[in-house]
């Protein structure tokens, strides 16, 4: 599985963005998929996750309420849609994709495939 993250840029604070993370392989439909992001400096943070069928997602507690995950498995794409950008949001956010059939969104060993990531930077 290939996956390749687009949409990020530079924004100011208050601004929204949405990330698309595109995936290869026929079974896109089987993998729950999650958002993670780092900043500079800083460890590797989980954001989002969804569960294969999209039926649960999951959310860190500083994006809850401004950012939501949703996948279209028939384009094979999971989107990060991120509203009332702040500066502290700035970081390289990566998409990936865990093929496990019990799903520990925030758990990033336990993710299978990662893609090389896009970087978000808000202003304030």
């Known amino acids: 599985v290939q996956l390749q993250a687009s949409g990020g840029g530079l924004v100011q604070a208050g601004a929204f963005l949405r990330l698309a993370c595109a995936a290869s392989?026929?079974?896109?439909?089987?993998?729950?998929m999650g958002w993670f992001r780092q900043a500079p400096g800083k460890e590797r943070e989980f954001v989002a996750g969804i569960s294969w069928g999209g039926g649960s997602t999951y959310y860190a507690d500083s994006v809850k309420g401004r950012f939501t995950i949703s996948r279209d498995n028939a384009k094979n794409t999971v989107y990060l849609q991120m509203n009332s950008l702040k500066p502290e949001d700035t970081a390289v956010y990566y998409c990936?994709?865990?093929?496990?059939?019990?799903?520990?969104?925030?758990?990033?060993?336990?993710?299978?495939?990662w893609g090389p990531g896009t970087l978000v930077t808000v202003s304030s």
């Open positions: 990936a994709a865990d093929t496990r059939v019990y799903y520990s969104p925030n758990v990033g060993d336990e993710y299978d495939y």
């Open positions: 392989g026929r079974t896109f439909s089987g993998y729950s």
